[in-house]
Structure formats: structure tokens, C-alpha cells
């Protein structure tokens, strides 16, 4: 069912070049109309295949929004005999995919939410939790004024905690590299804590592919193992807390009393659906927590919260984030939401709550109507 919409655009997008060939079939810029829909069709094909390369990754929604999308919308008055409305709105939806390209991804926003739960320890009282996630630094347009942009955002808000909810790279280790510096002043009083993403595996990179014969042949590390690897020693190189299938106590005193209080962090590797793979497992995670003791899950993909979560285990709040709010928002409308029943914001069922971040980046560099985000999540007794 999540493939349809995929589909659909697909079989759209083809009959709009059936339509264009009428005006353009005698001319070579025809050829460009079909080409659009061929490279979207091998990508999306691909991807159904397994092969997640970030080429097919980036085609898919940059060929779709600056060449698809147009050509439906002008096949849409063509129909109607309205065909210069249509090369205006069909132009005007180039020059918004322009301008989500070019400025909508770097302009940072702060969202605040409140969560509350009837077992929160008194000392967590208005406990603020700063959640950052999907930085994708290796995507185009991400540079050292953004990640100044965003030190900014975090030394303002002051949290007690931050946790990272995956996606540090894009596709190679080596991306991290050049802002190893900032984020290192990435500090809060009760540290922070981070899971990986499906990207941070390393998998998506061209290198991967190149050498995956290779490896096999001469027995060497596969780049794809080096390469998380090496970004786990940098994570904690950082001074953050990575947690693979693993939990930490988090202690809070509030001023002016004695003793204090205790909450769960769990961080588990990814959990997804197809077409991604499992890696992580919350059994071994939360293994010897209490049963009534306030748990936080660090889970990247918010699919995990209803595959293996809510009414199946006692954690109290989910921080996710992977689906970038589609990177697309018209109002409260977003393409993702055909892919992710919980796809940006705050959910809850019963006593279990979970927050979706909208994230930093993406794997293009694009953002119309769903900013890049950090979230505040303040912690409250129901």
C-alpha cells in the first residue's frame, strides 16, 4: 500500500509526457520530459530491490520535485484547456522547489513540547530534554554557518539533557570530519547521549559498492564495518554517549532537596520496516530495568514505537526521528504521512507517548514548509 503513491506519480508522470509529446513530439526537448520519469522509475526500482545507494536516494526526490510534480500539475490544466495556467502554476512550483532548495533548509526552528507521565519522578519535574537529529552532514549546502546556526539554538535553550535521535552522516564517515569541532561544544549538565541512524551504518556509500567484491576476495574489513566503526569512536571522541543496544541511569536533583531522582535512557540500534533493515534489539536494551521505572527510548525510526513499543513494553516516552516531516509540509499536509502513520510530532496511546523530530537535514538538501528543527521536550507529572 505505501508503494502506491510512488506508483501512481509514476503512471502520472507518463501520461503527462504523452501530453507534452503533442506540443514537443517534433522536437529534440521532447526527449527531456521522458527522461525525468525513466530516471525516477530506475531509482525507485532499485531501492525496491535493496539497493539503497544514495544516488537512487537523491534522484528519486529531486527528479520528482523539480521535474515530475511540474509535469502533472501542467498536464492537470492542459486537460482543462487552460494550458498557460498551467505552464504558470507549473512554473511557480519549480520556483518553490527553488527556494526549498536554496534557503529552506537552512533556517532553524525551535519547537517545544510538553510530556507528561504519572510516573515521572518529582526531581523531573519540568526536566527539559533537548533532542537533536537527521544532521546528514554530507548533504550540499550544510556548512560551517549552519552548524554555527544551530550551536547557537542549543547554547540558548540551556537543556539538562540532549540526545541525538541517528543520522550523523550521509553516506561516509569522512563527512563528519570537518565538524568534529563544533560538535564537540555540544555540552549539556547531564551529557549526551546518541543512537544510529539507518545512514550512520555507512551502507549508502558509492565506496561500499565499489569494494564490496574486493573485501569478499582478499578477506579485508568490509568499508561499510570500518566505517561505523570509526564513527562510534568518533561519537564518543565527541564526548557523547553512544548507546547500541544499551541503557543509562540518569540521576536528577532538583534544588533545594535531598536525594535523587532516577529515569531510564534506552538506545537502540535501527528498527525499522522493510526496505530497511534490523539491526537493533531492545530486549538486550532494556535488560534488568525495573518494571515501573520511568524509561526514554531512543529509537530512530518512529515505525519501531508500533512494531515493538506501545502495549509491549512499560517505556513511558519514544524520541525518534528519520522521516525529516517529508521535508515537505503544505499546512499539515505532508507526502511522508503515505509512508509513516507517525511520520512528525508528539503521539499518544494509553500512558505511552511518542515524539517524532522533523530533524536537521536530509539526504537533499531541501526543506518547503517543514523546517529544520530542534525539539524541546519538557518533562511533566500527569
Not at 44 to 69: D, K, Q, S
Not at 185 to 209: F, L, R, W
Not at 331 to 345: D, T
Request: hydrophobic share 40%; charged share 20%.
Amino acid at each position: 500500500m505505501k508503494r502506491f503513491p510512488f506508483v501512481f506519480a509514476l503512471l502520472a508522470a507518463t501520461l503527462a509526457d504523452a501530453c507534452l509529446y503533442k506540443d514537443l513530439g517534433n522536437t529534440r526537448m521532447w526527449l527531456l520530459a521522458p527522461l525525468s520519469t525513466v530516471m525516477c522509475t530506475f531509482s525507485f526500482v532499485a531501492i525496491l530491490r535493496g539497493f539503497h545507494h544514495n544516488t537512487f536516494m537523491r534522484v528519486l526526490p529531486l527528479a520528482t520535485m523539480f521535474f515530475i510534480v511540474p509535469k502533472i500539475i501542467f498536464m492537470v490544466f492542459s486537460f482543462s484547456g487552460t494550458r498557460h495556467i498551467g505552464l504558470l502554476a507549473a512554473s511557480s512550483a519549480i520556483i518553490a522547489m527553488g527556494y526549498g532548495y536554496f534557503f529552506g533548509c537552512r533556517n532553524i526552528k525551535v519547537r517545544h513540547v510538553v510530556c507528561k507521565s504519572d510516573i515521572l519522578p518529582k526531581d523531573f519535574e519540568d526536566y527539559r530534554i533537548l533532542q537533536i537529529s537527521d544532521l546528514h552532514l554530507g548533504t550540499s549546502f550544510y556548512g560551517y554557518s549552519f552548524m554555527k546556526k544551530l550551536l547557537k539554538r542549543v547554547e540558548d535553550i540551556h537543556p539538562d539533557l540532549i540526545v541525538f535521535t541517528g543520522d550523523l552522516v550521509n553516506t561516509d564517515v569522512e563527512e563528519a570530519f570537518p565538524f568534529i569541532r563544533y560538535l564537540k561544544k555540544i555540552q549539556a549538565p547531564n551529557g549526551v547521549y546518541s543512537v544510529m541512524g539507518n545512514h550512520d551504518y555507512c551502507e549508502y556509500s558509492i565506496k561500499n559498492t565499489w569494494k564490496r567484491k574486493q573485501t569478499r576476495s582478499t578477506g579485508k574489513e568490509p568499508y561499510a564495518v570500518r566505517g561505523r566503526r570509526v564513527l562510534h569512536y568518533l561519537e564518543r571522541k565527541m564526548g557523547w554517549h553512544l548507546l547500541l543496544d544499551e541503557h543509562a541511569i540518569i540521576s536528577h536533583k532538583r534544588p533545594g532537596e535531598s536525594g535523587k531522582g532516577e529515569i531510564a535512557l534506552i538506545g537502540v540500534n535501527n528498527i525499522a520496516k522493510f526496505p530497511f533493515p534490523v539491526y537493533g534489539d531492545l530486549g538486550k536494551a532494556t535488560e534488568g530495568l525495573p518494571p515501573g521505572m520511568f524509561k526514554i527510548l531512543l529509537s530512530h525510526d518512529p515505525s519501531h514505537w508500533k512494531m515493538g513499543v506501545v502495549h509491549k513494553t512499560d517505556i513511558a516516552l519514544t524520541l525518534s526521528g528519520h522521516t525529516h516531516g517529508g521535508q515537505l509540509k503544505l499546512g499539515r499536509f505532508s507526502p511522508i504521512r503515505w509512508m509513516y502513520r507517525e511520520w512528525g510530532g508528539i503521539y499518544t496511546e494509553d500512558s505511552q507517548i511518542l515524539y517524532v523530530s522533523s530533524g536537521l537535514g536530509g539526504s537533499v538538501p531541501f526543506r518547503l514548509g517543514a523546517s529544520p528543527e530542534v525539539n524541546v521536550i519538557k518533562l511533566k507529572r500527569a
